[in-house]
T-cell receptor, first 115, second 111 residues
Framework: KAGVTQTPRYLIKTRGQQVTLSCSPISGHRSVSWYQQTPGQGLQFLFEYFSETQRNKGNFPGRFSGRQFSNSRSEMNVSTLELGDSALYLC??????????????FGSGTRLTVV | EDQVTQSPEALRLQEGESSSLNCSYTVSGLRGLFWYRQDPGKGPEFLFTLYSAGEEKEKERLKATLTKKESFLHITAPKPEDSATYLCAVQATGGSYIPTFGRGTSLIVHP
């Protein structure tokens, strides 16, 4: 059974640029969540998508956005990159029925470095 | 606001030296408490969900317990392959179902 797939694994971008990250959830999982992980702040929730609709949003500026497609694949976009956006971006999927109570399945993440 | 505090931040053990990791939490009402393991360069891997005080769950050398204010992850006779960062998260009743994560405990087990 394939896990959660995130691409690319590594990215180096320059301040001011934009970036798009991709996530393919486990087959049959309709809920996809995105997290930012940094050494200083730990895991911070970005947003959650279910059936192509944003169901929840964390406390991040509007430069961070996302979407979900009809096949449950999700993308997140960060515009006007800042140095502080350097982080590991993690995607997680869950079966919609349990709302995550059985645990999230995380991808290996995209390591974004902004220079 | 939900809060999760993990201690210690880092822990070094010798192989076979048992110990416990702590997760203290503050939520208006607990729907579930989760433990994850994260290896370097990878995403967190789900270990357990605990739902109510007094509950215990075990997996190999790991045993998680839950009280009304904290959870412990007991590691019995650890091996070097148990080295990882262990994350705790809580999901509160009402609201969004989004878990709040602690910052983790980095465990290193020396052979």
């Amino acid at each position: 059974k394939a896990g959660v797939t995130q691409t690319p694994r590594y990215l180096i971008k320059t301040r001011g640029q934009q970036v798009t990250l991709s996530c393919s959830p486990i087959s049959g999982h309709r809920s996809v969540s995105w997290y930012q992980q940094t050494p200083g702040q730990g895991l911070q929730f970005l947003f959650e998508y279910f059936s192509e609709t944003q169901r929840n949003k964390g406390n991040f500026p509007g430069r961070f956005s996302g979407r979900q497609f009809s096949n449950s694949r999700s993308e997140m976009n960060v515009s006007t990159l800042e140095l502080g956006d350097s982080a590991l971006y993690l995607c997680a999927s869950t079966p919609s029925v349990d709302r995550g109570m059985g645990g999230y399945t995380f991808g290996s993440g995209t390591r974004l470095t902004v220079v | 606001e939900d809060q999760v505090t993990q201690s210690p931040e880092a822990l070094r053990l010798q192989e076979g030296e048992s110990s416990s990791l702590n997760c203290s939490y503050t939520v208006s009402g607990l729907r579930g408490l989760f433990w994850y393991r994260q290896d370097p360069g990878k995403g967190p891997e789900f270990l357990f969900t605990l739902y109510s005080a007094g509950e215990e769950k075990e997996k190999e050398r790991l045993k998680a317990t839950l009280t009304k204010k904290e959870s412990f992850l007991h590691i019995t006779a650890p091996k070097p392959e148990d080295s990882a960062t262990y994350l705790c998260a809580v999901q509160a009743t009402g609201g969004s179902y989004i878990p709040t994560f602690g910052r983790g405990t980095s465990l290193i087990v020396h052979p």
